[in-house]
């Protein structure tokens, strides 16, 4: 983990090892997760050890270069099935981050570009392309915020959800990403951080993240953010994205939904911020989007200890889609996109194989 005033390192390469910050132990404690086989890096994205689109992508890529480092294969085309094979283990542990599809598509592409190679400089370059990941995403997160400051009003009050900021991605973040860059600028920053049940990133890491760079902060229940907004306390939003589709819906963690509504009945301002390794023109609307439903007593228990009655049911969708009209702006690396989404995600340069 490397760290100064506007960057956290969340993924690593060391010693021929993949490392991660656990996000599961934070903020009580800073542990370090060495992935050494591809059923460690699996299990790191399904248990959020690691999570956040952009940082899942970033470690599914290493994910693949590690299978291939591992691999006992003897020639090219074993070689390639067991990149195979690790691409569709990969792909089964989140379904809603698109980001983590479009990962092992690269390492997979690029494999299949350059299978006449020896085995020894194939795994090097897949190796190289994991690390071009990881750079690529750090610098969108940085254009992210270049491109995004500007937008924050000028009393610099903004409701965030969930946790995009470097924990989420390479470093630096994406919906934090203008918060940071706007701070840095000298501007006179608040951020008003939602806890984000039932996991909540909000509060054990948002938080975290703008404790250490010391952005003033105030953490709220997710209940709260209506009451904030209608006495005036809030100026805008500015939330991540797990996927943005072909007219703009956007799928995010779940309570962004309530959010965007919430905006648009106070009159403010709602932002998505995300590089565009997030859009996906493959589906339609946001009706498309795969929800992922993770295990109920993760919102039956908090952190471990029961806070309802045994036996009760619990639903647990991680992800809601908000539906485009409610979104004020998409502020990517390559720019701010606003209405009509469909036509300004068209001309993106989308970084697909």
Same mark, same amino acid.
């Given at each position: 983990?490397?760290?100064?005033?506007?960057?956290?390192?969340?993924?690593?390469?060391?010693?021929?090892?993949?490392?991660?910050?656990?996000?599961?132990?934070?903020?009580?404690?800073?542990?370090?997760?060495?992935?050494?086989?591809?059923?460690?890096?699996?299990?790191?994205?399904?248990?959020?050890?690691?999570?956040?689109?952009?940082?899942?992508?970033?470690?599914?890529?290493?994910?693949?270069?590690?299978?291939?480092?591992?691999?006992?294969?003897?020639?090219?085309?074993?070689?390639?099935?067991?990149?195979?094979?690790?691409?569709?283990?990969?792909?089964?542990?989140?379904?809603?981050?698109?980001?983590?599809?479009?990962?092992?598509?690269?390492?997979?592409?690029?494999?299949?570009?350059?299978?006449?190679?020896?085995?020894?400089?194939?795994?090097?370059?897949?190796?190289?392309?994991?690390?071009?990941?990881?750079?690529?995403?750090?610098?969108?997160?940085?254009?992210?915020?270049?491109?995004?400051?500007?937008?924050?009003?000028?009393?610099?009050?903004?409701?965030?959800?969930?946790?995009?900021?470097?924990?989420?991605?390479?470093?630096?973040?994406?919906?934090?990403?203008?918060?940071?860059?706007?701070?840095?600028?000298?501007?006179?920053?608040?951020?008003?951080?939602?806890?984000?049940? /039932? *996991?909540?990133?909000? @509060?054990?890491? #948002?938080?975290?993240? %703008?404790?250490? $760079?010391?952005?003033? !902060?105030?953490? =709220?229940?997710?209940?709260?953010?209506?009451?904030?907004?209608?006495?005036?306390?809030?100026?805008?939003?500015?939330?991540?994205?797990?996927?943005?589709?072909?007219?703009?819906?956007?799928?995010?963690?779940?309570?962004?939904?309530?959010?965007?509504?919430?905006?648009?009945?106070?009159?403010? /301002? *709602?932002?998505?911020? @995300?590089?565009? #390794?997030?859009?996906? %023109?493959?589906? $339609?609307?946001?009706? !498309?989007?795969? =929800?992922?439903?993770?295990?109920?007593?993760?919102?039956?228990?908090?952190?471990?200890?029961?806070?309802?009655?045994?036996?009760?049911?619990?639903?647990?969708?991680?992800?809601?889609?908000?539906?485009?009209?409610?979104?004020?702006?998409?502020?990517?690396?390559?720019?701010?996109?606003?209405? /009509? *989404?469909?036509?300004?995600?068209?001309?993106?340069?989308?970084?697909?194989?």
């Amino acid at each position: 983990m490397v760290m100064d005033d506007n960057e956290l390192r969340t993924v690593w390469w060391e010693k021929e090892t993949l490392c991660l910050i656990d996000q599961c132990s934070l903020p009580d404690q800073h542990v370090i997760v060495r992935c050494h086989t591809l059923d460690d890096v699996a299990r790191a994205i399904k248990t959020m050890q690691v999570r956040g689109a952009p940082a899942i992508g970033c470690t599914a890529a290493y994910g693949m270069a590690l299978a291939v480092q591992r691999s006992a294969a003897t020639d090219r085309d074993a070689l390639l099935t067991e990149l195979r094979q690790a691409k569709t283990i990969l792909d089964a542990q989140r379904p809603t981050a698109v980001n983590l599809v479009w990962a092992t598509s690269r390492m997979l592409e690029q494999a299949q570009t350059f299978a006449g190679e020896d085995l020894a400089a194939l795994r090097a370059r897949l190796l190289n392309e994991a690390h071009a990941v990881l750079a690529e995403d750090l610098a969108m997160c940085h254009a992210i915020g270049d491109h995004g400051a500007s937008l924050i009003p000028s009393r610099g009050c903004v409701l965030t959800h969930c946790n995009a900021g470097g924990l989420a991605t390479a470093g630096y973040g994406t919906a934090l990403a203008p918060i940071r860059t706007a701070y840095s600028q000298g501007r006179s920053i608040h951020v008003y951080v939602d806890e984000t049940r /039932p *996991f909540l990133q909000g @509060a054990r890491l #948002t938080a975290w993240e %703008l404790h250490q $760079a010391g952005i003033p !902060q105030t953490l =709220i229940t997710d209940n709260m953010a209506g009451h904030l907004m209608r006495r005036g306390d809030i100026d805008c939003v500015i939330v991540g994205a797990d996927r943005i589709v072909a007219n703009g819906d956007v799928a995010n963690k779940i309570g962004t939904y309530s959010l965007a509504v919430l905006a648009q009945a106070h009159q403010l /301002p *709602f932002y998505v911020a @995300a590089p565009s #390794t997030t859009i996906d %023109l493959s589906l $339609a609307n946001g009706d !498309q989007i795969p =929800i992922e439903e993770r295990a109920a007593d993760e919102v039956t228990h908090l952190r471990g200890r029961r806070i309802a009655p045994e036996g009760v049911a619990a639903a647990h969708p991680a992800f809601d889609v908000t539906p485009h009209p409610l979104i004020t702006a998409i502020i990517t690396e390559q720019g701010v996109i606003v209405p /009509p *989404f469909a036509e300004g995600l068209r001309q993106l340069v989308i970084y697909h194989i």
